[in-house]
């Protein structure tokens, strides 16, 4: 069942649509992810989810109910964790904790959430004093304290040191893992690729494609890489024509060939290389990557 459903949502500013007809569906359960590039409209949209931004027309449904209109029964059963939040410097761990749990009807109990967290140590420490990581984690505790159905987390892991984002990935999916419907926005293919189980991809206030990831991968033009060193010089002409090829280079210094193509390419190379007695050295076949296919589908620099 969609726990999240937004259909032919529209925000205008200064007569620019920055969210340009934009529809989907979450369903229970799981980590949705929303990657574009920078501008495409991801906060826009997911404040009207979280019913921050009224939309200019379109609908935005969490759990049957209108974000606006029925604000105080949507904050309880969705938690958000806003794009650079900031806390005040002297607010200790604990403070915050028990102040967002009074904002909450029923809220859970913030102990057992913050050890979960591998906040337990740190309650007396101000929120000043904390590392980013440990910042991350506070901001997860205080959008899970409210015993949310679903949780907003916009771009959580910007500015974390790659061990810290890693740790938070694994709280991510500790969070769905306990029931907790993740809508996740990132600017990190990886970190997408990864966690999400959907991605809609937006550019330009549009979705350009709503798809798995490796569905995703699969759309992109050339969806696999074939490299080799070849046992003699082989000119990239030799290998024109190859059925489904996006892409031949030779690297000049080692006359490494790199092809960009399908599955199809690749045993186009195979046979051709046998056909000729060349032998393939180091020969390597990689699938590309989401940054392939969101470049494809943004024509964005990721
Ligand atoms: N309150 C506002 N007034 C005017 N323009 C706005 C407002 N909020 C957002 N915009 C514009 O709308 C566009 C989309 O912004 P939004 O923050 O939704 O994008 P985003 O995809 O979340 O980007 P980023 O990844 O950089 O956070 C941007 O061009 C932004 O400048």
């Not at 859970?108 to 990581?133: H, I, Y």
């Not at 979705?207 to 991968?217: C, E, H, K, N, V």
């Amino acid at each position: 069942m969609a726990i999240i459903e937004v259909r032919d949502l529209r925000k205008v500013y200064g007569g620019r649509p920055v969210v340009d007809g934009v529809s989907f569906a979450v369903e229970e359960g799981e980590i949705f992810g929303f990657l574009g590039p920078n501008g495409a409209g991801k906060t826009t949209t997911v404040e009207c989810v979280e019913g921050l931004r009224v939309p200019d027309s379109g609908s935005v449904r969490v759990a049957g109910l209108d974000p606006v209109a029925d604000h105080r029964e949507v904050t309880g059963l969705l938690g958000a964790q806003l794009q650079e939040s900031e806390l005040q410097a002297k607010l200790t761990v604990r403070e915050a904790l028990e102040m967002y749990s009074a904002f909450y009807d029923r809220p859970v109990d913030w102990r057992p959430l913050a050890e979960r967290l591998g906040l337990g140590e740190k309650l007396g420490t101000r929120f000043a004093k904390l590392s980013g990581g440990q910042k991350q984690r506070l901001f997860i505790a205080l959008a899970l304290v409210g015993g949310p159905r679903v949780v907003v987390l916009d771009e959580l892991t910007t500015g974390l040191d790659p061990r810290a984002r890693r740790d938070t990935w694994q709280l991510i999916e500790d969070v769905r893992a306990s029931g907790v419907t993740v809508l996740l926005v990132t600017h990190f293919m990886e970190e997408a690729q990864r966690l999400c189980d959907r991605i809609a991809v937006i550019d330009q206030g549009r979705i350009a494609a709503l798809d798995t990831p490796s569905g995703l991968i699969g759309r992109s033009a050339s969806n696999t890489v074939i490299s080799f060193t070849p046992s003699r010089p082989l000119a990239v002409h030799e290998l024109d024509g190859l059925p489904a090829a996006v892409s031949v280079a030779t690297d000049e210094k080692d006359g490494r060939i790199t092809v960009n193509g399908t599955d199809e390419t690749v045993n186009a190379v195979i046979t051709l290389l046998a056909r000729n007695h060349i032998t393939a050295h180091q020969l390597r076949v990689v699938d590309a990557t989401l940054d392939d296919a969101f470049l494809d589908l943004t024509g964005a620099s990721a």
